[in-house]
């Protein structure tokens, strides 16, 4: 018997796409080629899927950012913005699934780009579409990961790091984790909020009214003698201190968590 497993029935449905063929359709097309077949019942259908391959966004924007690298010349993380529509491809699975980035317009004053997509990268193409968009240079920041309330000394485990795009960064933004860790925080502050030096301060070695050491040290002579702290400071601050025994207020340098170091000049009032 003839075979006629080549001849064409129907439009075949687009890459990635499912036509159903209903029961009436498939009671007519039996006899017209010598099919000994009718339909179970009136519901019966058979849907047809066309194979398919897609290249989706992420790769599109991923080949649009080399494209840009490559003609800016330098290697800063951009985050692009595209003005809009679709921007994924659909393939059949006989087309090659690669991407051409062609006539490639940048303008870094204006951050504008334009583009035109190609498939495949090389040889005849067979689909291609315009793109347009905006470029913006992003940087790493660290923040919080939870939020944390106010008086709370800072720690590598309280930090992740965001991408951010320049153009958002808050005046005196922080960026390196160092200028947080062993900080204390001023205010509660949020989950993934930039975070400004003002929102910090350093945190106290030494606290008010703990006893301290107030260390002179004048040429060969080091003079010590048990002192109190009127305030907070951290290491390397100024501090009010008073001298337990003359009762003798005085300012000093905190050296550390238990010692003062009073100026020379307050050696005539030490005692």
């Not at 301060?201 to 030494?206: C, D």
């Amino acid at each position: 018997s003839l075979s006629v497993g080549d001849t064409p029935i129907a439009q075949a449905p687009a890459p990635g796409q499912t036509i159903a063929l209903d029961a009436r359709f498939l009671k007519q097309l039996a006899p017209a080629y010598r099919l000994d077949w009718q339909p179970g019942s009136k519901f019966e259908k058979v849907l047809v899927g066309r194979m398919s391959q897609r290249i989706d966004a992420t790769q599109v924007v991923t080949s649009l950012n080399d494209a840009i690298h490559e003609r800016a010349g330098n290697d800063a993380r951009l985050d692009l913005v595209l003005d809009g529509g679709d921007i994924e491809f659909t393939l059949p699975t006989n087309i090659s699934p690669t991407l051409g980035v062609h006539n490639l317009q940048y303008d870094p004053s204006s951050q504008r780009f334009s583009a035109t997509l190609v498939v495949p990268a090389d040889g005849p193409t067979v689909l291609q579409r315009q793109v347009s968009g905006s470029i913006y240079e992003t940087i790493d920041i660290p923040v919080f990961n939870h939020a944390i309330g106010a008086g709370v000394t800072v720690q590598e485990a309280d930090l992740q790091w965001i991408s951010v795009r320049t153009d958002r960064l808050i005046g005196n933004v922080i960026t390196d984790n160092r200028q947080l860790v062993g900080m204390t925080t001023k205010r509660p502050l949020r989950t993934g909020q930039m975070l400004r030096g003002s929102d910090l301060v350093m945190t106290p070695a030494i606290r008010k009214n703990t006893l301290v050491t107030l260390a002179l040290q004048s040429g060969q002579m080091n003079l010590t003698v048990t002192g109190r702290a009127l305030e907070d400071a951290a290491i390397g601050q100024p501090i009010r201190v008073v001298n337990v025994n003359s009762k003798k207020e005085l300012t000093g340098i905190v050296r550390d968590s238990s010692t003062i170091v009073i100026p020379v000049v307050g050696q005539l009032t030490l005692n």
